[in-house]
């Protein structure tokens, strides 16, 4: 029988852990000494206290470990355990990719001491537009690609020629933002007339005035170019005066580099009584 602090070093577990976990039954001592409180483990645990740790590192927390522990032996039920939290992985991956690029973005934009006005902010007119329209409520705003492939699949029997500039732009129609569900329209303008298809519709545009400001990058600068537009709308007296939209001159379709994008903000406006 070992002593909880031979166990301690073999196991490489600390004395505390081992303790907690004879409290929550995941590693519970071969025997205590009901006179003096010792907890004794035996040499068979060490395996367990491997599988405990092993799993652990894998990200688990203790009550999964609980259950996985009971189900060890069974290959199909590990392999389960193991595609789940490999699905959890890769999710926390992408989050911490996309929060590494919004660090670079920050510093670059640290480094060059920028402040909002570095944006360009113009005030122009959007002629009318006769479009190809897509509008749903979508998971969250990251998964905008769903409608430009109901899009892509819905018009390509129809041959549609685009308008030349040849651009999409996504209108945001939630009277805020919104965490989850919000409600987009991605539109590209057409030459020529068409049939409306099950989820896509044509439509005339009226024009609209808006202020915009361009910039390239990755969308993690999008609140600092909403800024500097809010900032030149309130300074040259106008108000917001409908749903803001992005023009993309390039997209995520034309670019896999976040830094090669180039996006244009726009708010429309008009001009304070």
Known sequence: ????????????????????????????????DDFTGYRYYSEAQLPLAGRIQALKSLGFGLSVIKEILGKYEDAEKMEKF???KRKELEEEAFETRQRLLFLDSTLKWLRKD????????????????????VRQVIPAYDCEGMLWEIMCRELESQKVQQAEPGYGLAVFHDDGHKEHDPDVEIQISVVGKY??????????????????????????????VNAAVANWVVENGYDFDGKSFCIYHVSPGET????????????????KA
């Open 195 to 224: 049939q409306d298809t099950e989820h896509v519709v044509f439509k005339t545009v009226p024009p609209v005035e808006i202020a915009s400001a361009t910039y390239k990058g990755s969308y993690e600068q999008i609140s600092r």
């Open 114 to 133: 920028g402040n909002l006005m570095d944006y360009n902010v113009v005030l122009k007119t959007l002629p009318e537009r006769y479009v190809a329209s």
């Open 82 to 84: 193991l595609l789940v």
């Open 1 to 32: 029988m070992l002593k909880i602090g031979d166990f301690s070093k073999l196991s490489r577990i600390s004395i505390r852990m081992l303790r907690h976990y004879d409290e929550i039954g995941i590693l519970r001592p071969k025997c205590v």
């Open 256 to 271: 896999s580099d976040p830094e090669e994008l180039v996006t244009e903000v726009c708010f429309p406006v008009k001009k």
